[in-house]
């Protein structure tokens, strides 16, 4: 069974597009994040979530929008498109006040053309 | 040997021989560092961990040395296999970052038959 499970794997979409990725954990815990990987493999948190609340909005575009509607689940919803949004977004989950266990997604490679 | 520049740092190693993978950390106020390895199309998958207040642990043929004094952290491999192949990668938490994973550039291992 998959821990941290999200989809789609490969999304290819044209600039100014909306388009949303969705992620499910079945670890029960109490946090989920969305990191994104850029060409060069550098990972970079974007956001996070504990029990549905929003804790970590790292500077990023507000065309970003995460969702979560309860603890297993946090989507992430991007609008208008661009060039520059093309990277892997990672998922990832874990207990915050227990730093091991963090979980990650297999992730999901956008491009944007 | 290792290299560093524009690109991803990398390292290349004969099978059998023991990889040393080096990390440099920024926050001296991380107390939890691990070491993640993400092999092509996956997400990073946790290999070891270690807490501020330890400067050596060790796993199946995986030890990590922590260097506080100039936040420097190691990963040591022994006996490195073709399997091992993958980039790596260390992250640091912060008390109040809440599960916030800083991330390292990345290394390149290639192991070669």
């Known amino acids: 069974d998959t821990a941290v499970s999200q989809t789609p794997k490969y999304l290819v979409t044209q600039m100014g597009n909306d388009k949303s990725i969705k992620c499910e954990q079945n670890l029960g815990h109490d946090t989920m994040y969305w990191y994104k990987q850029d060409s060069k493999k550098f990972l970079k948190i974007m956001f996070s979530y504990n029990n549905k609340e929003l804790i970590i909005n790292e500077t990023v575009p507000n065309r970003f929008s995460p969702k979560s509607p309860d603890k297993a689940h946090l989507n992430l919803h991007i609008n208008s498109l661009e060039l520059g949004d093309s990277a892997v977004y990672f998922c990832a989950s874990s207990q915050v006040q227990r730093a091991r266990g963090y979980t990650f997604g297999s992730g999901t490679r956008l491009t944007v053309v | 040997g290792e290299s560093v520049g524009l690109h991803l740092p990398t390292l290349s190693v004969q099978e059998g021989d023991n990889s040393i993978i080096n990390c440099a950390y920024s926050n001296s106020a991380s107390d939890y560092f691990i070491w993640y390895k993400q092999e092509s199309g996956k997400g990073p998958q946790f290999i070891i961990d270690?807490?501020?207040?330890?400067d050596k642990r060790q796993g199946q043929r995986v030890t990590v040395l922590l260097n506080k004094t100039v936040k420097h952290l190691s990963l040591q491999i022994a006996a490195t296999q073709p399997g091992d192949s993958a980039v790596y990668f260390c992250?640091?938490?912060?008390?109040?970052?809440?599960?916030?994973?800083?991330f390292g550039q990345g290394t390149i291992l290639t192991v070669h038959p």
């Open positions: 992250a640091e938490i912060g008390g109040t970052s809440y599960g916030k994973l800083t």
């Open positions: 270690i807490r501020s207040n330890m």
